[in-house]
């Protein structure tokens, strides 16, 4: 089955500048990858996706990237918010068994 | 309004005594799972649904089961809770595999 690794746990950035997550998979039959954000006691929601037929996607201040040939895709975050601390999940799949989550990283915006 | 409603929210229970955790989506999805979440080790898929009478384990499947006789129903039993199994339960659906999940609010077991 799918593997995803997920860096790092926790990251620490200062308001206003830009987080970057990486998340690794396994699998290259894997044709999905989201991006979930899950605030404190609440439950993970959709933020942004990527298909393996695209190797950019952008909304706003957030963007996915995917490189299908080192199997590796990456969350960007610009010029961060205090609103955009939260548990960020990547997750990787798309086939008859789901989506297989990361460990999450803990983003931390610094006042 | 669109939703992916579990029940309880909250439950406290004994070891050994059978429990049942409801998950209702009401947009028509055919993709329906079970995660659990614990710190450390992010979201492990338990089982899921592609559509009514079509179930499978998921990667953490011991001791739970799993029924999807409608649509838009897929309950959780645990036919012999243990408190290894103390936890926080999300349930998501989907159109389909390839689509983003909607979770549920999420239901935090404890085993005691």
């Known amino acids: 089955g799918e593997n995803v690794e997920q860096h790092p746990s926790t990251l620490s950035v200062q308001e206003g500048d830009s987080a970057v997550i990486k998340c690794t998979y396994s699998?290259?039959?894997?044709?999905?990858f989201p991006w979930y954000k899950q605030e404190l006691g609440k439950r993970p929601q959709l933020i942004i996706d990527?298909?393996?037929?695209?190797g950019e996607k952008k909304d706003q201040r957030i963007a996915v990237t995917l490189n299908k040939t080192a199997k590796h895709f990456s969350l960007h975050i610009t010029e961060t918010q205090p609103e955009d601390s939260a548990v960020y999940f990547c997750?990787?799949?798309?086939?008859?068994?789901?989506?297989?989550f990361g460990k999450g990283t803990h983003l931390i915006i610094q006042p | 309004e669109a939703q992916v409603t579990q029940n309880p929210r909250y439950l406290i229970t004994v070891t050994g005594k059978k429990l049942t955790v409801t998950c209702s989506q009401n947009?028509?999805?055919?993709?329906m799972s079970w995660y659990r979440q614990d710190p450390g080790l992010g979201l492990r898929q338990i089982y899921y649904s592609m559509n009514v009478e079509v179930t499978d384990k998921g990667d953490v499947p011991e001791g739970y089961k799993v029924s999807r006789k409608e649509k838009r129903n897929f309950p959780l039993i645990l036919e012999s809770p243990s408190p290894n199994q103390t936890s926080l339960y999300f349930c998501a659906s989907s159109f389909g595999t390839g689509q983003g999940y909607t979770f549920g609010s999420g239901t935090r077991l404890t085993v005691v």
């Open positions: 699998d290259s039959a894997s044709n999905y």
């Open positions: 947009m028509n999805h055919e993709y």
């Open positions: 990527i298909r393996s037929n695209v």
């Open positions: 997750a990787g799949g798309g086939g008859a068994d789901g989506l297989t």
